[in-house]
Structures are given as structure tokens and as C-alpha cells.
């Protein structure tokens, strides 16, 4: 991979592209396509690298995004739907892109794919998320197009809209933070540097057909994850728990008030699933350093150049 070589980075406004772009250009990428339907977090990725082209298209409809894919030689495919009321936005954005962008690799001859998968397609989880990101990943290793899948559990880290970056700014509003029924919901949380720097190394090596199970290193319980962005950011919020029926009481009824909730019922189900995924020696097979945890937090939620960027909803 010569790094003047084009990369597409189909969804690439969200957590993880955001992160990439970082991770890239820190290693010396210069032609980077970023194509995502999200006008306020392309708009932001846009001030942060002005160097970076940027394609606001829906990857579902055909559009001038596909002549920008003539000539690349590798996309990472990063576009997914995480959390909605219904199944319409998880076919839409999990599969129907999906398949216009393998069409679309196919047509200019696009030779690799690092595809974002997710942990969930081993959960014992049941729902329109897991079910479509196992869709999507099968139309991958069918494409006929040389690839790697990579698998990681809970993402953290800059930019990060939905998970522990909302976690914590609902810690900050509210004098006391809700922990549903006992907290110790083992957790597996992936420092979404470490994964760029992971998507990094396969861009290079470019190893095909290849299925890496990404976990955080480090098993850590939901309520010490919380107890320890309380800890980053010196807060004062009273942690208690309550009751999981209440808590999803709760959550239910935020969900009928909100186009787009940051946490759904079936979120809170996958929550205490007590899934535990595979951990594989991703640091030497990757040549990287894994972040500690705690270190991971500090920079996620205390780095002055990225910290306090909030991406949309």
C-alpha cells in the first residue's frame, strides 16, 4: 500500500472514521475519500482536515460518490446502522449500501476491503442489528473481492456520539446517574485508537479472507466503566442503581419521545446478554501496543484537541 494511494471510506463521518482519518493522516495517508449522508459530522470532519475529500451522498442511492471510488485501491467499509425504532433504517444502511458499494468496487476493479463487522454476529443477541450486520458481512465474503473482516467488541474513544461519550455527557446534566439492577455486566470496551491503528496494519499487509474477533483487552464491568468516567472527568453525580424493570421502563418511554434515542430496550437487552467474546492476541498479530483502560479513558474524555468535539446524532 503506497500511501498516496486512494482509500474510500464509505461511512466514514461516524465514530470510527472520524479516528481513522486521524490514524491515517498521522501515518502519512494524503488521499483519503470520506462519503457519508451525515451533513453536521461531515461538516466537522471537513474543518478538521480540510485536506480530505468529502462526498455528502447516501451510499443507498446511486450518485457522483461512485465516480470517486474510480481508481482507489482499498475501501474500508464503515457504514452501519447501530440503533433504531425499527428494521427500515438497519436494511437500509446494513445492507442495501453495502451492496451498492461492492457493485460499485467491482465496477472500477477496487482490489481490497477492510470490513467493519461487529462482535454481535457471534452474540447470543436477537435483533434487527445483529441480524443485519451478519447480512452484511456474508454479502462481503461473497463479493469475489480480496478482503479481511474485523469484529470489534464496544468501541470508545474521540467523536464517540453514542456509547460512553453520551454516557458521560448525561453524567455531567444529572445529579444522580440510574445503573440498571446490580451494573456487573461484564464489558469488553475496544479503544477505537487501538482499532484504527489495527485497520492501519491491514490496509498494509492486506491479509484475504481473514476474520479477526477484536475484543478490549480487558474485562471490565458497566458499572466500573461508569465509576471511571466519573473518575476522568472529577464529577460529583451520585451513582445508584435501580431496579432493571424501571430502567427499561425509563428508557421505553425516552424512546416513544425521540426520533433517534442514544440507548434502546434492545440495547439494554444486548447490554446484560452476559455475552463474552473471543480474545485473540490482537497486539502481536497487529504489531501494536494495546491502551490501558484507564489510559484509554483519560484520552477519550481529557485530550484538549478532540475531547470536546461532539458528533450529531
Not at 503506497?2 to 465514530?15: T, V, Y
Not at 484504527?196 to 479472507?209: A, D, M, V, Y
Request: aromatic fraction near 10%; glycine fraction near 6%.
Amino acid at each position: 500500500m503506497n500511501k498516496n494511494n486512494k482509500i474510500i471510506l464509505p461511512g466514514g463521518a461516524g465514530l470510527v472514521g472520524q479516528n481513522l482519518v486521524v490514524q491515517l493522516k498521522k501515518q502519512g495517508y494524503n488521499n483519503l475519500v470520506v462519503i457519508d449522508k451525515h451533513p453536521a459530522n461531515l461538516k466537522i470532519l471537513k474543518q478538521l482536515h480540510p485536506d480530505v475529500t468529502c462526498i455528502e451522498e447516501d451510499l443507498v442511492n446511486e450518485g457522483s460518490w461512485q465516480r470517486h471510488m474510480e481508481g482507489a485501491t482499498a475501501i474500508v467499509m464503515l457504514q452501519a446502522q447501530i440503533g433504531a425504532k425499527s428494521s427500515v433504517p438497519f436494511i437500509a444502511n446494513n445492507i442495501n449500501s453495502t451492496r451498492m458499494v461492492l457493485d460499485t468496487a467491482k465496477k472500477y476493479d477496487i482490489p481490497y476491503i477492510v470490513h467493519i463487522s461487529s462482535s454481535v454476529v457471534e452474540s447470543v443477541a436477537d435483533d434487527d442489528y445483529t441480524e443485519t450486520k451478519k447480512k452484511q458481512e456474508d454479502m462481503v465474503k461473497a463479493s469475489g473481492i480480496a478482503h479481511c473482516v474485523l469484529r470489534p467488541t464496544l468501541m470508545f474513544g474521540w467523536f464517540d456520539r453514542k456509547h460512553l461519550g453520551w454516557l458521560s455527557r448525561f453524567m455531567k446534566r444529572i445529579p444522580v446517574f440510574p445503573i440498571p439492577g446490580h451494573g456487573r455486566y461484564m464489558r469488553q470496551p475496544l479503544y477505537v485508537a487501538d482499532f484504527c491503528r489495527i485497520i492501519e496494519n491491514c490496509l498494509q499487509r492486506q491479509p484475504n479472507g481473514n476474520i479477526y474477533n477484536i475484543s478490549g483487552k480487558e474485562q471490565v464491568d458497566y458499572i466500573d466503566i461508569i465509576r471511571e468516567i466519573k473518575k476522568a472527568q472529577n464529577l460529583k453525580t451520585w451513582i445508584v442503581k435501580i431496579p432493571y424493570s424501571l430502567f427499561w421502563l425509563l428508557i421505553a418511554t425516552y424512546g416513544v419521545f425521540s426520533s433517534d434515542p442514544p440507548f434502546t430496550t434492545s440495547q439494554l437487552k444486548a447490554l446484560t446478554a452476559k455475552d463474552e467474546f473471543e480474545l485473540i492476541p490482537w497486539d502481536e498479530i497487529f504489531e501494536i501496543t494495546a491502551t490501558p483502560f484507564s489510559e484509554a479513558i483519560q484520552e477519550t474524555f481529557c485530550d484538549k484537541r478532540y475531547s470536546n468535539i461532539v458528533l450529531d446524532f
